[in-house]
C-alpha cells in the first residue's frame, strides 16, 4: 500500500510540475509573440561601401553583356569583306571630299579632289601625277604612250587647272561649280576604272 501510494502522489506531482511548466511555456510563448508583432520600421540604410560593390557588380555584368553581343555579331556578321579595286576605293575617297563643297571650303575640296585624282592616275596609270604640276603632267600626258590615259587629257587638263585656280588664287567656287568638278572626277574614275572581275 505503502508503495501504491507513493506512486499516486508522485504521478500527481509531475502532472502539477508538468502543468506548471507548461503554463509557464505557454505564457513565454504569447510574451514572445506579443513582443513579435510589432509595427513596421522604415527602410535601413545601405552602407556607402555596399553601393560601391553593387555598382561595380553591375557595371561588369553590364561590360561583360557588351562585351558579348559585339563577339556574336561579329561572328554572325563577320562575312569577309571583299578587297575593293583601286577605282572603288578612288570613288570611296572622292565621296570623302562631298563634305568640303562649300563656299567656305572651295580651296581645301580643289586641294582634296585634285590629291584623289593624282594619287589615282599614279596607282592605275603607272605615271608620275603627284609630283608634277599640272602643266608638266600635261605635257608628259602628251608625250605619253598611254593611249587610255591621253584620251581624258582634255577632261583632266580642265579638271586639274580648276582645281588649281581654286587652291593657288584663292578663288572661290560656287556649290554647282564644285558640284561639277566632282561628276568630271567620278566619270573619269568610272570610265577609266579597272574592268570587272566576273
Request: with cysteine; glycine share 6%.
Amino acid at each position: 500500500m505503502k508503495v501504491s501510494a507513493w506512486v499516486r502522489r508522485t504521478v500527481r506531482g509531475c502532472t502539477g510540475t508538468a502543468l506548471v511548466a507548461g503554463f509557464a511555456l505557454a505564457g513565454g510563448a504569447l510574451a514572445k509573440a506579443e513582443e513579435d508583432i510589432r509595427d513596421i520600421r522604415g527602410p535601413k540604410a545601405v552602407p556607402a561601401a555596399s553601393r560601391l560593390v553593387i555598382a561595380v557588380i553591375v557595371g561588369v555584368i553590364i561590360v561583360t553583356l557588351c562585351a558579348a553581343y559585339m563577339i556574336r555579331r561579329r561572328h554572325h556578321h563577320g562575312a569577309p569583306r571583299r578587297n575593293l579595286t583601286l577605282s572603288e576605293q578612288t570613288l570611296e575617297r572622292l565621296e570623302g571630299t562631298k563634305p568640303l563643297m562649300q563656299p567656305a571650303t572651295a580651296r581645301e575640296f580643289g586641294i582634296a579632289a585634285s590629291e584623289v585624282i593624282r594619287n589615282y592616275i599614279e596607282k592605275r596609270f603607272n605615271v608620275i601625277a603627284t609630283q608634277r604640276t599640272t602643266e608638266e603632267f600635261l605635257q608628259a600626258l602628251l608625250q605619253s604612250s598611254n593611249e587610255a590615259l591621253a584620251r581624258h587629257r582634255s577632261l583632266l587638263a580642265e579638271f586639274l587647272q580648276q582645281c588649281d585656280f581654286v587652291k593657288f588664287a584663292g578663288a572661290s567656287l560656287a556649290v554647282t561649280d564644285m558640284e561639277a568638278l566632282y561628276q568630271s572626277a567620278r566619270g573619269f574614275v568610272l570610265q577609266t576604272g579597272e574592268p570587272a572581275v566576273a
